[in-house]
């Protein structure tokens, strides 16, 4: 994501285990690095970031598939991805898990990429060419799933124009795609 000349990226060693994590910051004009901030291990593999009122949301994967080329850690699955919060000095607050359903539909993957728009996080899979809606709950430590959007790509990432388009890529073909938001 980008906010002012700065360019946040979730990093991870993915597939080595175990899963270790990072915020890499890049300086827009010259593509330069500026900042690294670790995120330690144990958590996941960090696939996506967004800014939140006062905080950092970032997104940690677990994959049901443990070994060299799909990743994963051995005793755990796709139930122990979580979406973390970190205030503005990178120091953990609070998490939330997803739904169990929702983890059945994404499953042997995690989600790969997400967006906050509003209270709404638009979140990507791994292939399935769905936008899954999730929001915080009121109480508790589940996400709350609300809905799903079909779009054009397949997921491995998902940003937002100034104009409010979606925009993901289709990976095994190399392609960049835009998708209208409808406005209800």
Not at 17 to 40: K, Y
Not at 102 to 113: D, M, N, Q, V, Y
Request: hydrophobic fraction near 35%; glycine fraction near 10%; proline fraction near 4%.
């Amino acid at each position: 994501i980008v906010i002012g000349h700065k360019l946040y990226c979730a990093h991870s060693n993915f597939p080595k285990t175990p899963m270790a994590s990072s915020i890499e910051v890049f300086d827009t004009r010259t593509m330069q690095p500026i900042e690294s901030i670790s995120l330690g291990r144990n958590i996941g593999s960090c696939t996506w970031v967004v800014p939140g009122k006062k905080c950092w949301y970032v997104f940690f994967a677990h994959y049901d598939r443990h070994d060299a080329k799909h990743g994963g850690e051995e005793g755990k699955d796709v139930s122990y991805s979580q979406l973390v919060q970190f205030d503005k000095k990178w120091r953990r607050q609070q998490s939330w898990i997803l739904p169990k359903a929702l983890i059945e539909e994404i499953r042997p993957t995690s989600l790969s990429g997400g967006i906050l728009i509003g209270d709404v996080f638009y979140c990507t899979g791994h292939g399935a060419g769905k936008c899954y809606l999730l929001k915080l709950p009121r109480y508790g430590m589940t996400m709350e799933w609300i809905g799903t959007i079909e779009i054009p790509f397949d997921g491995q990432g998902i940003a937002q124009d100034k104009k409010g388009n979606l925009w993901g890529i289709i990976r095994k073909e190399k392609q960049v795609l835009k998708a209208e938001l409808c406005k209800e």
